[in-house]
């Protein structure tokens, strides 16, 4: 039988005294082996009962009793699409720092989701991982609580959205990367030049067309809306939008797109129409992956230190994981221009 004081929560919000497993069974009215299987994150529960109890611990926090459960010596890799060579090059980020420490890499994929869903959320409170690294995509306020409440840290790796105050991130500099590829083609000459953007709700896209807008405002050229098009940084994307950009009456002589596979869409629509990269119509990329030295020409491209921002989010994760404060909850890594063959003075001139 328990006292009045270990089983009464607190009055009022202010107090906000975390509830043990037998205080969250007693406030719920259900027994500590359900509260149990909601706090680790087992399925087999009605989820008008879960919905009560992550409530009262959203409301009064969860305070463990006796020595925590051990965390597994694996990091959880959450991609809202795992595609191509970008994946790639945050996979092997990570594994460089998880391998020194003797963990193992999980990698899911939300299948083009921004958000996990409940099922995701549910096998990581089972698993425990020492912390999990979300890369572009987003949690709910109810996940970002549900990881906090099981001391499960949490790090994001480009994130989709401007990070919540409270969350680690790392990134690079979206907008000096837009701001070197535009100036890099104003300084060949170049005028009349198309920007094909990511998604216009993702953070990194809206701070590289905020930089190429920099970029030519400074030089005085007017930016021209026909030349802005708005992609998914998807190599149809790219195709697709310089297909309507060339047959424009004033075409661009340039275009910055705005990742490598874009470009690469670039240069199949520049080849069809029977014309030559960069003869007639330069091109930039952006993340400088591995297959941009390859393209024919190789792509002048931004670089982005992919493996660098996933082992930084890594670090940061162990680190949190020991129950360190981190100096700084935000870290943006520098980018850097690229010049390769893809661009030259415009025809024109």
């Known amino acids: 039988m328990t006292s009045a004081d270990e089983s009464a929560a607190p009055d009022t919000d202010q107090e906000r005294i975390p509830l043990t497993i037998a205080q969250l069974a007693d406030h719920a009215g259900v027994s500590i082996a359900t509260v149990s299987k909601v706090v680790n994150g087992r399925d087999n529960v009605a989820p008008e009962t879960r919905n009560l109890v992550e409530d009262l611990i959203r409301r009064y926090g969860y305070r463990r009793q006796k020595r925590p459960v051990k965390a597994a010596p694996l990091v959880d890799v959450v991609f809202h699409e795992l595609r191509g060579l970008y994946g790639i090059e945050i996979i092997n980020g990570v594994e460089a720092v998880a391998r020194r420490h003797h ?17 995701w959320v549910e096998d990581v409170l089972t698993t425990r991982p020492t912390g999990v690294i979300s890369v572009f995509a987003e949690l709910t306020a109810d996940q970002h609580q549900q990881f906090r409440s099981r001391d499960i840290p949490l790090v994001f790796v480009d994130p989709a959205d401007d990070p919540r105050p409270d969350s680690a991130s790392v990134g690079s500099n979206n907008w000096s990367g837009g701001l070197a590829a535009a100036r890099h083609l104003l300084g060949l000459g170049h005028r009349r030049i198309a920007v094909i953007t990511g998604p216009e709700h993702v953070l990194s896209a809206r701070a590289r067309l905020d930089g190429y ?5 400074l030089a ?39 990742n490598d596979g874009e470009a ?30 390859w393209c024919i020409p190789p792509l002048t491209t931004v670089r982005q230190p992919l ?3 996933a082992s930084s989010a890594t670090e940061m994760l162990l680190a949190l994981a020991r129950g360190e404060s981190l100096p700084q909850r935000r870290i943006e890594l520098a980018t850097e221009l690229i010049v ?6 415009p025809y024109r001139a």
């Open 103 to 119: 963990l193992r890499v999980v990698v899911s994929e939300l299948g083009g989701r921004r958000t996990p869903g409940r099922g």
């Open 213 to 217: 807008r920099t970029a030519l405002d």
């Open 220 to 258: 005085g050229v007017p930016v021209d809306p026909a030349l802005v098009r708005i992609g998914d940084y998807q190599i149809a994307d790219g195709r697709h939008h310089t297909r309507e950009l060339l047959r424009l009456s004033d075409p661009p002589t340039a275009i910055v797109a705005g």
């Open 264 to 293: 690469l869409g670039v240069y199949q629509a520049v080849a069809e129409a029977g014309l030559r990269v960069p003869d007639d119509l330069s091109v930039v990329g952006y993340d400088d992956l591995p297959m941009a030295e």
């Open 307 to 309: 493996r660098e921002m």
């Open 340 to 345: 390769r063959g893809s661009t030259a003075p």
